[in-house]
């Protein structure tokens, strides 16, 4: 069971706006660590998608952008297209454990 | 570019010991915190161990500390972790990442393609 949870699977049609959640707790999330996403398609490394909560890296389009409020953190894509089809991590640090957190993973379908 | 390139993996049996190994190369790698993240079969992401630009701090995830240990060698551009006592849930494709701790949590700007580790007698 993961430190960081996440909805197993999301679904939206091309075009259309998802948003997936990373909920976290006060020894994460809640004290204050960024929260960053990762994007992993199918038998390939995983790749930074969003980092510190709403930071996009070069070359990863605006429709993808992130936030964080309280004990959780999402990530949010609009006009979702086929290429979008994969699955999304969160990730975090937490005191308590002294150890790097990452979510349980969210399958992302496009209709 | 950077590059980040595992080697090492293979098959191995319940209780043996497994040495992989990450090249490093297009950053200076001296300068980088690094990090091992493993994924088992169908599974997410499992953060196994980091260690600092300096080799000087490190921490591992509970499931391995004493059994693994990462090291560094800044004048080969290399991470290493070394693998013992294994177990058939160690069995999992293991990424050589580096870290940017810049901001309010490690975070991974770079991961190699990994190698997978198999257990199994």
């Known amino acids: 069971q993961s430190v960081l949870t996440q909805p197993p699977s999301v679904s939206g049609a091309s075009g259309q706006r998802v948003t997936i959640s990373c909920t976290g707790t006060?020894?994460?999330?809640?004290?204050?660590?960024?929260v960053h996403w990762y994007q992993q398609i199918p038998g390939r490394a995983p790749k930074l998608l969003m980092y510190?909560?709403?930071n996009r890296p070069a070359g990863v389009p605006e429709r993808f952008s992130g936030s964080k409020s309280g004990t959780s953190a999402s990530l949010a894509i609009t006009g979702l297209q086929g290429e979008d089809e994969a699955d999304y991590y969160c990730?975090?640090?937490?005191?308590?454990?002294?150890?790097?957190?990452f979510g349980g993973g969210t399958k992302l379908t496009v209709l | 570019q950077v590059q980040l390139v595992e080697s090492g993996g293979g098959l191995v049996k319940p209780g043996g010991s497994l040495r992989l190994s990450c090249a490093a190369s297009e950053f200076p790698f001296d300068d980088y915190y690094m990090s091992w993240v493993r994924q088992a079969p169908g599974k997410g992401l499992d953060w196994v161990a980091y260690?600092?630009?300096?080799?000087?701090?490190?921490n591992y995830a509970a499931s391995v500390k004493g059994r693994f240990t990462i090291s560094r060698d800044n004048a080969k551009n290399s991470l290493y972790l070394q693998m013992n006592s294994l177990r058939a849930e160690d069995t999992a494709i293991y990424y050589c990442a580096r870290y940017d701790m810049g901001y309010g949590a490690p975070v991974v700007d770079h991961w190699g393609q990994g190698t997978l580790v198999t257990v199994s007698s």
């Open positions: 006060s020894s994460n999330i809640g004290a204050g660590y960024d």
């Open positions: 990730q975090t640090y937490d005191s308590s454990l002294s150890a790097v957190v």
């Open positions: 510190a909560n709403n």
């Open positions: 260690i600092s630009s300096g080799g000087i701090t490190i």
